[in-house]
Every structure is written in structure tokens, then in C-alpha cells.
């Protein structure tokens, strides 16, 4: 059976680490800023971890 490919797009996105949860940046950063309140800024800064029921399903596509 061959080799399942990696979705270059998603691997783009997300990062794995070393205890194996994938870590992905928080969407809503990139322009607009200025009408958006520094405390909701600073909450985007920090990257999210993908749920637990998505999981399995997204590590496939890695």
C-alpha cells in the first residue's frame, strides 16, 4: 500500500509538539486592528490547541 501524502497546506499551518498536540495560530490577526481592543489583540497573539475530536482526523492529513 503506498504512502499517504502530506497536505502541504495544512502542515503550513500547524505545528506539532513534542507531547504530540497540534498547535495552530489564531485567525483574526492579519488587518483591521485598529477598531479590535488590545486585550482581544493580545488573546490572539497566543496559538490554540486543535480539539480533542478533531485530533485523529487532522494527523492523518500530516
Known sequence: ???KKT??????????TAGGKL?????????????KSAKRKRRLRRGATVGHADQKRLKALL
Open 1 to 3: 500500500m503506498p504512502k
Open 7 to 16: 497536505r502541504k497546506s495544512f502542515s503550513k499551518r500547524v505545528k506539532v
Open 23 to 35: 498547535v495552530f495560530a489564531r485567525p483574526g490577526k492579519g488587518h483591521l486592528l485598529s477598531c
